[in-house]
């Protein structure tokens, strides 16, 4: 299991936990090679909730103005890019390593390192105002 630090608003905290939770879930799909339309449909499910929180995060550090918004939102618009990459590049080649290594590594080490300085940071800004 990730650790990875709370931060200052709930609605952040409880989609942190549903993200992990289909990684988790996608990592034990991948054990099996019969689940590639499991692992397909959790694919667009996490791709559809990132989409959904980058969202709403983005919509509230524009409410609350807050300064480093478009490194913020530089980082969510790279994020996204890559994982509509990978996730397409699986439904082409279906290379379970691969999808397996980027979830494991890639996105584990993302996710610990945004949720600790980014999100962390911004969580408590706006929390503030
Ligand atoms: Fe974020």
Redesign the pocket.
């Known amino acids: 299991m990730l650790a990875y630090p709370q931060v200052a608003l709930a609605f952040?905290n409880h989609d942190h936990a549903e993200f992990i939770e289909m990684r988790e879930q996608l990592l034990a799909a991948l054990a099996d090679e019969d689940n590639q339309a499991e692992v397909d449909a959790l694919l667009d499910r996490l791709l559809e909730h990132t989409r959904t929180?980058?969202g709403e995060?983005e919509r509230m550090m524009r409410e609350a103005q807050f300064p480093p918004y478009p490194v913020?939102k530089g980082?969510?618009d790279r994020v996204l890019a890559d994982m509509e990459t990978r996730v397409a590049e699986w439904k082409q080649g279906r290379d379970a390593a691969a999808l397996r290594g980027w979830l494991d590594k890639d996105v584990g080490d993302w996710f610990v390192n945004?949720?600790g300085m980014?999100?962390f940071v911004?969580a408590r800004f706006i929390a503030a105002t």
């Open positions: 952040m929180h980058f995060e913020h980082e969510h945004h949720v980014m999100d911004t």
